[in-house]
T-cell receptor
Framework: GAVVSQHPSWVICKSGTSVKIECRSLDFQATTMFWYRQFPKQSLMLMATSNEGSKATYEQGVEKDKFLINHASLTLSTLTVTSAHPEDSSFYIC????????????FGSGTRLTVV | GENVEQHPSTLSVQEGDSAVIKCTYSDSASNYFPWYKQELGKRPQLIIDIRSNVGEKKDQRIAVTLNKTAKHFSLHITETQPEDSAVYFCAASKAAGNKLTFGGGTRVLVKP
């Protein structure tokens, strides 16, 4: 079945530094990648949607200059949290969709980010 | 945009009993309704989904019903087992390339 590999699974960084999270679709081409953030005991909140070769579309309230998304190929999308602060500590998870159908969203395994 | 509400937020059942979780959505154009099970620190795991051209779908102990007119859908788990304990999320999306909007989640505890 479809697999999305997400790395790292957890990361601890110092306040003010940047962290890059990668999601790779291993056996399919991810036309669209969704990036979610999940705070403890809360739901998944969409941060942005990216299509290969295009600029990402950010949800209201999400700073595009802080959360940089790159989807340069059909198998790789990255999220960079720039100038991270403790309030950015969260569980970040990607979800890939193949083709032009809403048949199936394949989730990465998530990244636990802790900013100290 | 789409808004998905989910109830209850917590649900405690005795092993062997049934559990029902309900969701409502706001956008009548939504046509895909998946349910996910998420364990602590893990990715959401699809357990069942339903499309708007179907009213009910069943897979062993799990069933989902959809009422398009009322814009609500429900998850039914029968003969619950301790391993069913997790957080369950409903979601909705409406077209190709569209995002999934999640409900707030239901924390299910199955007591042995």
């Amino acid at each position: 079945g479809a697999v999305v590999s997400q790395h790292p699974s957890w990361v601890i960084c110092k306040s003010g530094t940047s962290v890059k999270i990668e999601c790779r679709s291993l056996d399919f081409q991810a036309t669209t990648m969704f990036w979610y953030r999940q705070f403890p005991k809360q739901s998944l909140m969409l941060m942005a949607t990216s299509n290969e070769g295009s600029k990402a579309t950010y949800e209201q309230g999400v700073e595009k200059d802080k959360f940089l998304i790159n989807h340069a190929s059909l198998t790789l999308s990255t999220l960079t949290v720039t100038s991270a602060h403790p309030e950015d500590s969260s569980f970040y998870i990607c979800s890939a969709q193949r083709g032009l159908s809403n048949y199936g969203y394949t989730f990465g395994s998530g990244t636990r980010l802790t900013v100290v | 945009g789409e808004n998905v509400e989910q109830h209850p937020s917590t649900l405690s059942v005795q092993e062997g009993d049934s559990a029902v979780i309900k969701c409502t959505y706001s956008d009548s154009a939504s046509n895909y309704f998946p349910w996910y099970k998420q364990e602590l620190g893990k990715r959401p795991q699809l357990i069942i989904d339903i499309r708007s051209n179907v009213g009910e779908k069943k897979d062993q102990r799990i069933a989902v019903t959809l009422n398009k007119t009322a814009k609500h859908f429900s998850l039914h788990i029968t003969e619950t087992q301790p391993e069913d304990s997790a957080v369950y999320f409903c979601a909705a999306s409406k077209a190709a390339g569209n995002k999934l909007t999640f409900g707030g989640g239901t924390r299910v505890l199955v007591k042995p």
